[in-house]
């Protein structure tokens, strides 16, 4: 136990270092990133927190490698000295890390290659300089190789924008040439720190494997009837963020998606009812698991709470069956069709923050014509790649907090109350 925590605060490092070193990229000192041929107006940070960029996931895993990290070295004393109570709080801090990392290591692989939505759109970015040193041409990374997709609104066509800055006509060809090799960096990069992200998942669960076999399954059940609102409160609180993210982002209002937008409502509106439903569980476990049975009446009553536990996680698990089907039914519909012009152009200036539309103004095919159909999509797929994982981790909560019900009204039902 001992080297498997030595192994997981080491696999924390790792990814830390991953993690620091995508982000040092991307905003570190050491450049001139700023380019006069590229508005610096509205670059905005492409790490602001989404369901579709690998860089918000990268950061998202280095907060929580880093508390990983100072989590495993400071339980090493327990470990140590064997400790039964540091044990314990140990095995369900990493019940909370574990869907964590899961959600966190899938949103690192790009299924849609929506890292190709990024350096498309983000290539002339302040953020992108150090890429674009690197893989333009020499002394091209700050001029020709940022020439704006379709000449950036004040040009017809990118060729033109190239003749009139620099008299010449190869802008697209530099720039096409290094995204192409941005992208298989990125791909590679990205895959290696998943790979990473796997393994300490992997050490996470043979930890907590091991330190419940060392505790045993009664101290466990014991302490987790006791700290039963503590354990829900993770689902709990994925339930209604997931709720709200559907709800109030522009991304998924009726008017920016086509044909889907019932679906997601009634996604988010279950999700409500499944954070509800959370929250009454961890009322009435609380309730069943802390009062002692002193007459028959308690008994009684303990098995009534004990029924509607059971009772209303049987309703949550078909209403997180419901939401998954829906999830992956709405992801599928989502694959074989794309967006009509009205929801790209929408869509496209609501995604970009690196000042790459152009007419966010304006309605139809001219609204943001530098965003292609393909490329919403891309966003809206990862999007939902992202929900369905999500609404996974729930299910299994759900699962989980159902067999929890079952062994509770097992343990309430062989109480035998004798009267001297």
Not at 53 to 70: D, E, R
Not at 193 to 221: N, Q
Not at 350 to 375: F, H, I, M, V, Y
Request: glycine residues 6%.
């Amino acid at each position: 136990l001992y080297r498997l925590n030595l192994m997981c605060a080491s696999f924390a490092l790792i990814e830390l270092a991953f993690a620091g070193y995508a982000m040092f990229m991307l905003y570190g000192p050491g450049i001139d990133r700023s380019s006069a041929y590229v508005s610096q107006e509205t670059e905005t940070s492409i790490i602001i927190l989404n369901l579709w960029s690998i860089n918000s996931f990268a950061v998202l895993i280095g907060v929580l490698a880093c508390i990983i990290f100072i989590v495993e070295i400071a339980i090493l004393p327990f470990v140590r000295e064997v400790n039964l109570r540091g044990a314990i709080w140990h095995y369900w801090i990493l019940g909370w890390f574990l869907p964590l990392q899961v959600l966190f290591t899938f949103g690192l692989f790009d299924f849609f290659q929506s890292n190709d939505v990024w350096i498309k759109h983000w290539w002339g970015a302040p953020s992108m300089a150090v890429y674009r040193q690197q893989f333009c041409q020499e002394g091209t990374y700050n001029t020709r190789c940022v020439v704006p997709i379709d000449g950036g609104g004040s040009f017809k066509n990118e060729t033109l924008w190239c003749i009139h800055h620099f008299n010449t006509t190869d802008c697209t060809q530099i720039r096409e040439s290094a995204q192409k090799g941005m992208g298989l960096y990125a791909d590679i990069f990205f895959y290696a720190f998943g790979v990473i992200c796997l393994l300490l998942m992997l050490l996470l669960w043979l930890t907590r494997f091991v330190l419940g076999g060392i505790i045993s399954k009664p101290i466990i059940e014991r302490h987790r009837q006791s700290h039963i609102a503590t354990w829900l409160a993770f689902p709990v609180i994925l339930s209604f963020s997931l709720a709200m993210f559907l709800f109030l982002s522009p991304t998924f209002h009726p008017d920016n998606i086509d044909n889907i937008e019932y679906q997601v409502s009634l996604i988010a509106i279950c999700d409500l009812v499944c954070g509800a439903v959370f929250i009454i569980s961890a009322l009435l476990a609380l309730y069943a698991g802390t009062h002692t049975i002193h007459s028959t009446r308690d008994k009684r009553i303990k098995t009534a709470a004990a029924i509607c536990f059971l009772t209303l996680n049987v309703m949550n698990v078909i209403f997180i069956t419901f939401i998954l089907t829906n999830s992956t039914l709405t992801f599928a519909k989502m694959i074989k069709s794309d967006v009509n012009d009205k929801a790209r152009g929408n869509l496209a200036c609501l995604d970009d923050d690196a000042n790459s539309c152009t007419c966010c103004d304006c309605e139809g095919p001219e609204k943001c014509p530098e965003w292609t159909s393909e490329d919403v999509t891309r966003v809206l797929q990862s999007s939902m790649k992202t929900a369905i994982v999500l609404s996974t981790i729930l299910f299994m909560y759900a699962i989980a907090t159902l067999q929890y019900g079952l062994e509770l009204k097992h343990h309430i039902s062989k109480y035998e109350i004798d009267y001297v």
